[in-house]
T-cell receptor
Framework: TQLLEQSPQFLSIQEGENLTVYCNSS?????LQWYRQEPGEGPVLLVT???GGEVKKLKRLTFQFGDARKDSSLHITAAQPGDTGLYLC????????????WGLGTSLAVNP | EAQVTQNPRYLITVTGKKLTVTCSQN?????MSWYRQDPGLGLRQIYY???????DKGDVPEGYKVSRKEKRNFPLILESPSPNQTSLYFC?????????????FGPGTRLTVL
């Protein structure tokens, strides 16, 4: 059972477009992280959100944690080719502080 | 530079030939783990370690062994590799057990078992 569903699975857009990717669950998470993985490399942390309704911004990236802490979104404004990569969400399940649950990822391609 | 290193980066081997993938971190992190990444299955945790001499199974531990004799090193051992262990492997470390801590990943080891 995949506890964190990411959508879309694949996304191919033109440079300058905006996009949103989603990370959804029926379970409550005490924290949620977003990572970006580029080809041939390991994932790199972008942000951690811990409070329901929290919004964090990282340059052109905006991250939101749902009020009920069951979902999260990542919005990219004016995407650039350097944003290309696999975006992974990972959550710490409420009640289990030993385990990080991973989504399958959204593969983003930004074409020049 | 703070980093997690893995060796080798690429390995092609044959069924049954024991191999070890090394992992080392220079950040004095307590928590280390091994993942495998497969298309359609995502990142799955193999084993993790909360500190020296403390290891535990993750979601897919069958066919793997680990050890944590020193804080900085966490090798992954495949005693008798099989083709279904062909995968991309990542070692990761973080400051402590709490998953919300940032995990630092190594560059990955692409293993092919023929």
């Amino acid at each position: 059972t995949q506890l964190l569903e990411q959508s879309p699975q694949f996304l191919s857009i033109q440079e300058g477009e905006n996009l949103t990717v989603y990370c959804n669950s029926s379970s409550v998470f005490s924290s949620l992280q977003w990572y970006r993985q580029e080809p041939g490399e390991g994932p790199v942390l972008l942000v951690t959100v811990v409070t329901g309704g929290e919004v964090k911004k990282l340059k052109r990236l905006t991250f939101q944690f749902g009020d009920a802490r069951k979902d999260s979104s990542l919005h990219i404004t004016a995407a650039q080719p350097g944003d290309t990569g696999l975006y992974l969400c990972a959550g710490q399940h409420a009640g289990n502080n030993r385990k990080l649950i991973w989504g399958l990822g959204t593969s983003l391609a930004v074409n020049p | 530079e703070a980093q997690v290193t893995q060796n080798p980066r690429y390995l092609i081997t044959v069924t049954g030939k024991k191999l070890t993938v090394t992992c080392s971190q220079n950040m004095n992190h307590e928590y280390m783990s091994w993942y495998r990444q497969d298309p359609g299955l995502g990142l799955r945790q193999i084993y993790y370690s909360m500190n020296v001499e403390v290891t535990d199974k993750g979601d897919v531990p069958e066919g793997y062994k680990v050890s944590r004799k020193e804080k900085r090193n966490f090798p992954l051992i495949l005693e008798s590799p099989s083709p279904n262990q062909t995968s991309l492997y990542f070692c990761a470390s973080s400051l402590s057990l709490v998953p919300r801590n940032e995990q630092f990943f190594g560059p990955g080891t692409r293993l092919t078992v023929l």
